[in-house]
């Protein structure tokens, strides 16, 4: 899987690109704030139809501009697929695969798909339950297309029951009870089937992601994974039942998918507070690098890798092991300074007043 060429109209700080990118590594290289990680984005939201950074849509649309377009020709196997999305900063976006209109974001998935490191990943450790239960999720939709739909039937069944613990204002009603009994089932065999794949997930990441991190930490620390939440023992069902009471006080849904964690221990100790931010920065690469490994291994493609900036990150022991670490495929990096020996980039382009300039040779 390879992309061959990109274009970009009005997207973020760009009025209009054309690239051909390389098949192996595509570095770009321009100072801080003229666009480079607009381009990552770009490249990461054909995939996932969603912005990587968890911006809006109008915040992708350059200022002055009533719509972005953002254009992708991709080689599958031999096999050329055109991406197109309108992303429209107010109203709905249009997407076309090979000039054919979809009307289901889960139908572009599975088309293309890339595996992102950016300087933001340490949220993944250090951050909220919401940032971890993301990573998981959005591997998830990577490894089978399908589990988009499953959680997007989740969060619409679990904002319908918050709508309604709303309305109840605290009073547990007939009828409110019996709506309930009915959403609460439905959560209940949607919530165990999410949980069940992040699981087995996390399960078939373990070794992979303890052989990267040890390789990222020089050995000296051992890294797990595992679900934490408050509800598997007795199931969700259940759990939902016994905490109908307080829902309804409290106007939440407060046991479910929806507020588990994974808790990545290093030597045992939580990473989160008792890691370095060197550690730390290990354990992201290692989540991110074995992601791509599982995702290449069960869908039979890998996914392009975007590094936006990664190295300047790192100190210059993790910068050369993660070179060493790299799949051997298509990878386009940015960076605002020196790259580590090892990056042997096929084009070079050169950001400079919003044209990326392709490097001359001597």
Known sequence: MTVERLWLTD??????????????????????????????????????????RGAPTEAMVRLGADRAVVRAEIDTAGRSVLLEAELVASGRNRIQVNKQRITRLRDLLGHFRTTVFGPD??????????ERRGWIDDLLVDL???????????????????????????RLSPEVETTLDVWDAQL????????????????????TVDELSDALTDGRSRLTMKVVD?????????????????DVRRGVTTVGPHRDDVLLTLDDMPSRTHASQGEQRSIALALRLAGHRLVAEQTGAEPIVLLDDVFSELDPRRCVVLVGLLPSTQAVITSAGAVPK???AGVVLHLDDGEFVPERGP
């Open 144 to 170: 089978h297309p399908r589990n988009h739909a499953l959680r997007s039937d989740l969060d619409r069944i679990l904002r319908q029951r918050n709508t309604l613990l709303k309305q109840a204002r605290g």
């Open 342 to 344: 090892g990056v042997e």
């Open 188 to 207: 209940g065999d949607l919530g165990e089937r999410l949980a069940t794949a992040r699981r087995e997930t996390l399960l078939a990441l373990g070794s």
């Open 121 to 130: 990943d340490l949220r993944l450790v250090k951050g909220s339950p919401g």
């Open 11 to 52: 997207f973020r700080n760009h009025p209009e690109v054309d690239l051909v990118l390389d098949p192996g590594v595509t570095l770009v290289v321009g100072s801080n704030g003229r666009g480079k990680t607009n381009l990552i984005e770009a490249l990461a939201w054909l995939a996932r139809g969603a912005s990587f």
């Open 230 to 246: 408050q509800w598997s023992s007795e199931g969700l069902e259940t759990a939902l039942n016994r905490a109908r009471s307080d």
